[in-house]
């Protein structure tokens, strides 16, 4: 499953444009790492469900042949080591899971021989002897239980951090894109804005040499007459007032 992505309309791609983009794929880079991390946990989930039902049985067996040798070939012997497998090939899906669980798995219970008897048999000095040892099972099983924590815990944490970044970087992105929409709003109903159009677009640089040139010819034709007419008028004005 992946996270879907917000879209929002495009804006021009201004100084801040690159930044923009770059969070863009930084969200996209946290969603897809949040988005593995819930498809891992859901895997630890299955796992820890075949786990919960593999150990009982398990278990049964162990405490029924404490201090004896491993009943390989009893039936319900075989049927834990086919539970065993099915676990085993969830192990390459898994990296959070270490030994002495993964030892676990990958050891058959049908030929205690190959390394059994190393988990949970009996130890005697420096070797170990054909006999089951519960105390010994049961710490394999703790400690395989601390694993599936930790990891799940792990996961969990990675998920949430990944979730947390993106959630920050789409805050920050979406108050920039409002930021400039706001300052464009601005712009295109100030003066400074309208100059702007007017002196740096292809249209509004044709539109404002049309009007200067049809005020500059309205000014020639009627306005530079009038005015030297008014000022004959007052230069006559004053040299009646004055001469006479």
Do not use: C
Not at 92 to 113: M, Y
Not at 194 to 199: M, Y
């Amino acid at each position: 499953m992946r996270f879907p992505m917000i879209v929002h309309p495009a804006l021009p791609l201004t100084s801040s444009g690159t930044s923009q983009a770059l969070s863009v794929r930084e969200i996209a880079a946290y969603e897809f790492e949040a988005s593995d991390a819930e498809d891992a946990l859901a895997t630890l989930k299955k796992f820890r469900e075949l786990w919960e039902a593999f150990v009982p049985k398990v278990r049964a067996i162990v405490q029924a042949s404490a201090g004896k040798p491993w009943p390989s070939e009893e039936p319900r012997v075989v049927e834990a080591d086919r539970d065993r497998r099915a676990l085993k090939a969830q192990l390459g899906n898994l990296a959070v899971i270490n030994d002495p669980l993964a030892h676990l798995l990958r050891t058959t219970f049908l030929q205690p021989q190959d390394g059994l008897y190393t988990i949970f048999g009996k130890r005697s000095g420096s070797t170990w002897t054909t006999e089951v040892d519960p105390q010994r099972f049961e710490w394999v099983i703790a400690e395989s239980e601390g694993i599936l924590t930790e990891g799940e815990s792990k996961v969990t944490a990675q998920r949430d951090r990944a979730r947390r970044q993106a959630a920050l970087l789409q805050r920050q992105l979406d108050d920039a894109r409002a930021h400039e929409l706001a300052r464009l709003e601005v712009e295109h109903v100030s003066f400074k804005g309208l100059w702007k159009r007017l002196t740096t677009t292809r249209f509004g640089k044709v539109a404002t040499w049309t009007v200067i040139t049809l005020l500059s010819g309205i000014l020639t034709a009627y306005g530079v007459p009038a005015i030297v007419k008014i000022v004959t008028t007052i230069w006559g004005l004053i040299r009646t007032r004055f001469g006479s």
